[in-house]
């Protein structure tokens, strides 16, 4: 077993050789897809992140928005409630004044009605008063005739209402 150095320099040689084809060929390629690859996994990672922030944000605007949205639609609802609550005020009080505007009318009219009745009274008991003095002129009464013409001048009052 001896030691040959012309053997083991080429062997040498051969292995430099073979180390600078692998390195240019193999070992520069594949190093360079892996920094690729490395940079293209942080520039995933980086729009992942700018995505997530993205998202996050878009969901901070939604959910203030959302209360925003509640928050009117609270007020609108409010405001409902208050004009409700002012058009029924405003109705009860134009009811009531139609009402108090009914009554009066109602009160004129039988006060009108009432001027008429007494009227028209007064008007058969000035004719009656005139039946009745006429007939007693035309005859002299006694108590009973004076009884009998007094009941039947208030049979023909109660006849005539």
Known sequence: MGFNAGSMIIQLIMFIILLALITKFAWRPLMNVMQERE??????????????????????????E????????????????????SEQNTMIAEAKEEAQRIKDNARQEIEQEKERAVQALQEQ?????????????????????QEKLINEYLEEVGKSK
């Open 39 to 64: 940079e293209h996994v942080a520039n995933e990672i980086d729009t992942a992140e700018k995505n997530r922030q993205e998202a996050e944000r878009l969901m901070q605007e939604a959910q203030d």
């Open 66 to 85: 959302l209360q925003g949205t509640r928050q009117n639609a609270q007020k609108i609802i409010e405001d409902a409630k208050e004009t409700a609550k």
């Open 125 to 145: 008991v000035g004719t009656l008063s005139v039946q009745i003095a006429s007939k007693v002129i035309e005859k002299e009464l006694t108590v009973d005739e």
